[in-house]
């Protein structure tokens, strides 16, 4: 356990978040855990910071279970980080460093779960870019939830189990 910050004021904790280095590395430059979770965490303490009475003294320690503790007002708020990114998207986003796929391009839907491709594959369909078919009415929301609940389940679903 270590603890990132330790602060007693809003003016603590604002000076203190801009100091981090909330940097994350592309894919294929060497982007670790320790990059999205200390940019996620951040974020959030800074979203909290001018959108809510935050209490002080407040004291955020890293750690691996859950990743960070949450300390204000007596009481400790475990916090979880998972980058919920398709297995296919993320080797895309390797790839497309390596290829000469287009600049811009059309984001693929995705299925949680769904059985890993061939670079070779993910090569052709990063270089045909298709826009593949739209998300309707509520289905952005829908997947997304069924996608954030594969994620839990898989990582947590054991403890959740009983």
């Known amino acids: 356990m270590q603890t990132m910050l330790l602060v007693k004021n809003e003016i603590e904790l604002e000076s203190v978040l801009k100091s981090i280095d909330i940097s994350v590395p592309r894919r294929s430059e060497g982007r670790t855990k320790e990059h999205t979770e200390r940019y996620a965490i951040a974020h959030l303490l800074s979203v909290l910071l001018g959108r809510t009475q935050l209490s002080y003294p407040l004291e955020l320690v890293r750690r691996e279970r859950p990743d960070f503790l949450l300390k204000v007002s007596g009481r400790e708020i475990g916090i979880e980080h998972t980058e919920a990114v398709p297995q296919n998207e993320a080797h895309k986003a390797v790839l497309r460093d390596r290829v000469d796929g287009p600049e811009v391009y ?15 594959h993910l090569i052709e369909e990063i270089k045909a870019n298709h826009a593949g078919s739209g998300w309707e009415g509520d289905s952005v929301e829908r997947e997304w939830s069924e996608a954030m609940l594969h994620f839990v389940y898989a990582r947590h679903g054991h403890e959740l189990m009983g």
Do not use: L, Y
């Open 106 to 120: 059309f984001i693929s839907r995705h299925q949680p779960g769904e059985p890993s491709k061939r670079a070779k």
